[in-house]
């Protein structure tokens, strides 16, 4: 039986693809597992190929949940994602955005915030705004 963190993790992952399809992507899958590593989302916005790592945590204490992201993780995420695109000649021609998505609430009490930016993954404005249209928020 499924414990609360993982009932938490899978809601944050269903409101992080949510925000994909808001901002126009297409999720292609999820959960794509391999003995080198997982990627939480694969989307694709455009001719961009989106991979999306979904993170959240109970506090902000020890730099939060992007913070969490570290080399170990990267690589992880970046090994898996090379596999996919040996599978997947259809993918491999397109270019690969990288993306870490912080679900601050995935029971749904607060709002999704946008986190700040991740020095890994560059801040997207576009994105910003689809996230707040998607929870009927206003600025």
């Known amino acids: ?23 126009g992507c297409e999720i292609l899958q999820c ?15 455009d001719d961009v190929l ?17 913070a969490s992201v570290g080399r170990r993780k990267q690589r992880r995420i970046t090994r898996a994602a090379s596999q996919l695109l040996q599978q997947r000649a259809d993918l491999a021609a397109l270019p690969v955005r990288f993306d870490v998505l912080v679900v601050s609430d995935p029971v749904g009490l607060m709002p999704v915030r946008q986190p700040p930016p991740h020095p890994w993954v560059p801040a997207r404005p576009a994105a910003s705004e689809a996230l707040y249209k998607l929870h009927g928020a206003s600025r």
């Open 31 to 45: 959960n794509y597992r391999r003995r080198l590593g997982e990627l939480d989302i694969v989307a694709r916005a």
């Open 50 to 66: 989106v991979i999306a790592e979904v993170r959240t945590r109970a506090s902000n204490a020890y730099g939060g949940a992007a």
């Open 1 to 23: 039986m499924p414990g609360a963190r993982q009932d938490s993790g899978r809601r944050a992952e269903e409101l992080a693809a949510e925000f994909l399809r808001a901002a």
